[in-house]
């Protein structure tokens, strides 16, 4: 069967089971070839409805010894970790105990447009006191990320990892960790809000000197190590561009590297992590000292395995990872903020290890060593790929910005004054990135999947992509789901300041 004859239907049955009340029941827990049996309980879907509820409030928390007011889900940090099953129903129900209005956003989900959770483009905000119930089915595997999609709260505690197992399990491992990364100001003291003046006016305390007044000169001095510069897509280490923000902590899993999470394996140990960068404004190097990293999934997507020893990983991206354990000790899975010494940490620790753990300032060696590169990631034959057929459109879009000012542009306009882009259905479609700007931006495009042209015929299939400074990158996909699709950068702060489109497929 072509694909271009089985998108179109995916989606018609998305659309059916909503309709006939989603199917409840009938879509039984397939055969999963999980080893450990903590994973197996984790796993027995007993219905084809999953509920959750979310309550976002204000929460105070406890980082690093310090107190911080912030606004979280159900009083924790990150947020429930969401785990469902490929065909199940998610009903999830937001209940608003903050202050203002919120949504949330089930990122890289490919669902029905109104339940997508971008205020005032797929619904109305859900409204202070007020509460809403999300209702889809998870028809794609894959590690996502749910946060609120209102202004900046994302740069709060509003997000969490939503995980949609496989019907079929066809990787084979003992253990999962969930690897969320967060960079940390809310409450340090000031807010998001805060922060987003500070970046309009020029300066301040919290934002690094050389990434906040000399962004213009940023990238200058590493020129020749700035990927695409010729025009083509990276077989380059990109360079470490100056952060616009330098935060005061760095999380794994809500925890600061002085109080790092432990993860526990046993030697002989297949091990997967599930890499996932909700943070507002940071893109890290991963890297796990003392062991490779084999790459399996970005975006929730299935690639050819390929090992590395860093993952560079930039807003909304994820990656997933298998690791064998098979160097006995105490490690440090460290994410290293980029563009600044700091990093956010986890410890590998094997059982039977009762060594101290490494100190928060130890970097992993192997961030020195091979970085993975979208030019070394090829999507599995049976990823969500669009045909290999002729475009129907080409959209060319060129990412500017006004660095004095701090105002970040889609083809020259600000969202609030631009018009959306128009698509028409079942279209396959080329986004022509130009990035003429000297940051990296993390390009998103909701409600679908897209190839990256990374200079092969099956470059990887994702939904976030890292557009380098002065990069020209395509990317390719099929206007299969019908609505206006939130595009954007994942840096939130140029989400705000305007780097930011409606796209609509009619
Ligand atoms: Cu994760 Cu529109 O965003
Ligand atoms: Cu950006």
């Known amino acids: 069967m072509t694909e271009e004859v089985q998108r179109p239907s995916r989606l018609s049955r998305r659309r059916f089971l909503r309709l006939v009340g989603l199917g409840a029941g009938t879509l039984a827990a397939g055969g999963c070839g999980i080893v450990s049996t903590e994973r197996r309980e984790a796993l027995s879907p007993a219905s084809g409805i999953a509920e959750y509820e979310l309550v976002a409030a204000p929460v105070s928390l406890r980082l690093g010894g310090r107190e911080v007011s912030t606004w979280g889900y159900n009083e924790g940090l990150p947020g429930p ?59 794609d595997p894959g590690s996502y990320i749910y946060h609120s999609h209102v202004g900046s709260q994302l740069d ?11 019907a079929e399990e066809t990787l084979s491992y003992d253990k999962e960790f969930v690897v969320s990364l967060d960079d940390w100001l809310d409450g340090m003291p000031g807010t998001p809000e805060d922060a987003f003046e500070t970046l309009k006016s020029g300066g301040g305390a919290m934002s690094s000197m050389e990434g906040m007044s000399d962004m213009d000169m940023s990238g200058t001095s590493e020129t020749e190590s700035i990927p695409g510069a010729s025009g083509e897509s990276g077989d380059v280490v990109p360079a470490e561009s100056p952060p616009d923000l330098v935060y005061p902590m760095y999380l794994v899993n809500g925890k600061p590297a002085e109080e790092p999470e432990e993860f526990e394996v046993r030697k002989g140990d297949r091990v997967r992590f599930r890499l996932i960068n909700p943070s507002a404004s940071t893109i890290y190097r991963v890297a796990l000292e003392g062991h490779r990293m084999t790459v399996t999934h970005t975006d929730g997507q299935p690639v050819e395995p390929v090992e590395a020893d860093v993952i560079r990983i930039g807003m909304g991206e994820r990656y997933d990872v298998l690791v064998n354990a098979d160097n006995h000790g105490v490690w440090q899975l460290g994410a290293q903020a980029e563009g600044t010494d700091d990093i956010a940490r986890a410890i590998l620790r094997y059982e039977g290890s009762s060594g101290e753990a490494p100190p928060p300032s130890r970097k992993p060696p192997e961030l020195g060593g091979q970085m993975l590169l979208y030019s070394m990631l090829q999507a599995k034959p049976e990823a969500n790929a669009p045909p290999e057929e002729e475009l129907d459109e080409v959209v060319p879009v060129s990412l500017e910005g006004d660095e004095e000012r701090y105002v970040w542009t889609i083809n020259g306009e600000v969202f609030s004054e631009a018009d959306e882009i128009a698509i028409g259905r079942d279209r396959h479609v080329r986004f022509e990135f130009e990035n003429k700007t ?33 990069q020209r990158l395509n990317i390719d996909w099929v206007s299969n789901n019908p609505g206006g699709w939130a595009f954007h950068c994942h840096n939130i702060y140029h989400q705000e300041a305007g780097m930011m489109r409606v796209v609509r497929v009619v």
């Open 438 to 470: 000297m940051m990296p931006h993390p390009m998103h495009l909701h409600g679908h999947f897209f190839r990256v042209d990374n200079g092969t015929d099956r470059g990887p299939i994702k939904d976030t992509v890292l557009v380098e400074p002065m």
């Open 156 to 166: 709060r505690g509003l997000y969490g990892p939503l995980i949609v197992e496989p």
């Open 81 to 139: 970790e969401i785990r469902i099953k490929e065909g199940q129903t998610l009903r999830a129900t937001v209940v608003n105990r903050l202050p203002e209005d919120t949504t949330i956003h089930w990122h890289g989900v490919p669902l029905p447009n109104e339940m997508d959770g971008v205020p005032d483009v797929t619904q109305p905000a859900i409204a202070a006191g007020e509460s809403f119930t999300y209702e889809f089915v998870a028809e």
